[in-house]
């Protein structure tokens, strides 16, 4: 019978399991961040958790003194891809409602076959066969997690390229910090992709379980980094809700000031200003901010930016139908009034219009 083996390294990968242990609990449990986002990057730290208790197991010879150790479903690996990907998506875009489910089938068909196998049912699979699943599931989980860091990369980068950080109220810098992340992430596991075919198709499984341990650790440390960070600074999209001080306001008070908001933005016109702000509105309306915001988020059903770029395109379709788009282009005319990026232009352009700028304006020379 083999002897246990339990050394620096294994030493310093039972440290990372609790660690993850202590992160899954933490970011899954603090009161004001309980979201679905969180639940998905709890998830995704106990995969990687219990993918490391595997690899415990194996280096510290525990599955040679205990077999049946080795098959427990441990190897949750293909549902960790989907896991960071689902936490980026809820995190910018919590009314998201894509197929979840779908997602995870390939992780649940690995957990089934594990745990039959831990169960002591025969499944009939002689060497080539399992040879043939054993490489499938490696290569799998880890194009899996590549292609799904590569996701949730665009997810942020199109957000950041659409300008939309500041409307959907995510702290400033943690796009950044995100980025850089899931890019170092995405080419750790592309390394441990090639490594590992390397291992199978050149080396044929000659690599030894401490010939990974450099790529492990890396891999493990930039995960709990995003758990940290995530915990420290969480993405958090923080819907306006008002404040609850003004629930008792009286409609005809609420309507007297949101038309008092209404003409003070057409009169001044405080909208071609592209840095306007609820403080600068406030001070010219003479209305506490927290009351303006309480009015436009429950009143109007719409946040503070949504309701001054209301304002913006009804002067932009204004400006579309004179003579002006002779002079100028319609990325001008948006530039005049209040936006600061075309991206954001066209996007709030069929948000409030159901159409392009350039469709809205072959209907408006057609209906003349």
């Not at 300008?163 to 995510?170: D, M, N, S, T």
């Not at 506490?288 to 915001?293: C, E, K």
Request: charged residues 15%; aromatic residues 14%.
């Amino acid at each position: 019978m083999s002897s246990l083996r339990f050394d620096f390294w294994d030493a310093l990968l039972f440290c990372g399991v609790i660690q993850g242990v202590i992160m899954s609990i933490l970011v899954s449990a603090r009161g004001n961040r309980r979201s679905t986002a969180s639940w998905f990057l709890s998830a995704m730290l106990m995969i990687f958790v219990l993918h490391n208790v595997l690899i415990l197991i194996h280096d510290s010879h525990l599955s040679q003194v205990y077999p049946a150790l080795s098959h427990l479903p441990l190897n949750l690996i293909l549902g960790f891809g989907p896991c960071i990907y689902f936490y980026v998506l809820f995190s910018l875009n919590p009314g998201a409602r894509p197929q979840v489910f779908i997602h995870f089938i390939p992780v649940l068909v690995q957990f089934c076959y594990y745990l039959l196998w831990s169960a002591g049912v025969n499944l009939h699979i002689d060497y080539p066969v399992w040879k043939m699943i054993s490489q499938t599931e490696q290569l799998g989980g880890l194009t899996s997690v590549c292609v799904y860091s590569l996701m949730s990369l665009k997810i942020v980068r199109n957000l950041r390229r659409q300008g939309r950080a500041a409307e959907l109220k995510i702290r400033k810098g943690v796009l950044g910090w995100l980025t850089k992340l899931l890019i170092s992430y995405s080419f750790l596991w592309a390394v441990w992709l090639a490594y590992t075919l390397a291992d199978i198709f050149y080396f044929n499984y000659q690599l030894h379980l401490r010939d990974y341990f450099p790529l492990y650790l890396l891999v493990a440390v930039l995960t709990y980094w995003i758990g940290v960070m995530a915990y420290l600074y969480p993405i958090g999209v923080v819907p306006e809700t008002g404040n609850k001080a003004y629930n008792d306001i009286s409609e005809e008070e609420a309507a007297r000031n949101l038309s008092r908001l209404g003409k003070i933005m057409d009169q001044e016109q405080m909208y071609l200003d592209p840095n306007l702000n609820l403080k600068q509105v406030a001070k010219l309306a003479g209305i506490p901010a927290n009351m303006i915001s309480f009015l436009i988020n429950n009143k109007l059903d719409s946040s503070f930016n949504e309701w001054v770029n209301r304002f913006r395109i009804e002067a932009v379709k204004e400006q579309m139908t004179s003579s002006r788009l002779k002079e100028i282009t319609i990325a001008g005319i948006a530039a005049e009034c209040g936006f600061n990026s075309k991206a954001t232009f066209n996007r709030v352009f069929k948000q409030q219009t159901g159409m392009t700028p350039s469709d809205y304006l072959v209907q408006v020379n057609g209906d003349k």
